[in-house]
C-alpha cells in the first residue's frame, strides 16, 4: 500500500510526536513545518479553535502542495472567562516558554483569589487538500481542573498544571499511554483516524474520501 504524505501544520516537536504516535497503525508519512522552511506563517485570525484549523490547513497545504493536517487547541479555564483559549499559545507573549505561559496563568488565577478551579482542554482538527478543499473538521474535550501548582515533565504546554476528570495527576505526572486515551488531541484524533482509515481502505490514488 502506498504511503500518504501529510503535513502536520506545527513547529512542535512535541505535539508532532503525540501525532505520529496516535497516527502509527495508518500508511501515513506525518511531516511537519520544519521540513518546509520557505512557508510563510499563517495568520491565526479565527475567534474559534476551528476556525483557526481551517485557515491553517488551507494556507499550509496551499503553500506546499501536500494535504495539511492542523489543529488549533487550547486551554479555557472558567475562572479566567474561558481564558487562555485561542490565544493559549501566546498567552505570555509570542515566544514566551511553556514555563512562563503556566506561571502568567497561575499568577492570574491567584491575582482574582477565585476558588473556582475548573478548565477544559479543546482541539480542533481539520485536514485539507493540497488543494485547499476541507476534507474533515473534528473536535475533541477533555474537561478538568487546575492544579495549584505544576507538576510533572511528560508532555508540552500547559500539561503540567491541567489534571483531567476522574484522575488525581496532572497531564505531566501521567503516561504518555493514558494522556493518548483521553486527551482532547486524542480524541480528535480517533474521529480523524476513522476518516483517513476509510480513505487509505478504498484507494491512495483517488482524491476523494468515502463518506
Known amino acids: 500500500m502506498r504511503t500518504l504524505q501529510i503535513l502536520v501544520?506545527?513547529?512542535?516537536?512535541?505535539?508532532?510526536?503525540?501525532?505520529?504516535?496516535?497516527?502509527?497503525?495508518?500508511p501515513l508519512c506525518l511531516r511537519s513545518l520544519n521540513e518546509?522552511?520557505?512557508?510563510?506563517?499563517?495568520?491565526?485570525?479565527g475567534v474559534t479553535f476551528a476556525e483557526n484549523a481551517v485557515l491553517k490547513a488551507q494556507s499550509y497545504a496551499l503553500q506546499t502542495g501536500v494535504w495539511a493536517l492542523a489543529d488549533d487547541s487550547g486551554l479555557e479555564v472558567e475562572a479566567l472567562g474561558a481564558a487562555p483559549g485561542v490565544f493559549s499559545a501566546r498567552y505570555a507573549g509570542k515566544n514566551a516558554t511553556d514555563e512562563e505561559k503556566i506561571e502568567k496563568l497561575l499568577g492570574e488565577l491567584n491575582i482574582r483569589q477565585?476558588?473556582?478551579?475548573?478548565a477544559r482542554f479543546v482541539c480542533a482538527m481539520a485536514i485539507?487538500?493540497?488543494?485547499?478543499?476541507?476534507?474533515?473538521?473534528?473536535?475533541?474535550i477533555c474537561a478538568g481542573r487546575i492544579?495549584?501548582?505544576?507538576?510533572?515533565?511528560?508532555?508540552?504546554?500547559y500539561d503540567p498544571i491541567f489534571i483531567p476528570g476522574g484522575f488525581s495527576q496532572?497531564?505531566?505526572e501521567l503516561s504518555t499511554?493514558?494522556?493518548?486515551?483521553?486527551?482532547?488531541?486524542?480524541?480528535?484524533?480517533?474521529?480523524?483516524?476513522?476518516?483517513?482509515?476509510?480513505?487509505t481502505a478504498v484507494s491512495l490514488d483517488q482524491w476523494t474520501f468515502r463518506l
Open 9 to 26: 501544520a506545527t513547529k512542535n516537536v512535541g505535539k508532532v510526536k503525540e501525532l505520529k504516535r496516535l497516527f502509527a497503525d495508518l
Open 36 to 45: 518546509f522552511p520557505e512557508v510563510i506563517e499563517a495568520e491565526e485570525t
Open 114 to 118: 477565585d476558588k473556582r478551579r475548573r
Open 128 to 140: 485539507s487538500d493540497k488543494k485547499g478543499e476541507i476534507k474533515f473538521l473534528t473536535e475533541g
Open 147 to 157: 492544579a495549584l501548582n505544576a507538576k510533572g515533565t511528560n508532555g508540552f504546554g
Open 170 to 172: 496532572t497531564f505531566g
Open 177 to 199: 499511554e493514558t494522556k493518548g486515551k483521553i486527551s482532547h488531541r486524542a480524541r480528535a484524533s480517533e474521529k480523524i483516524i476513522q476518516y483517513l482509515r476509510d480513505f
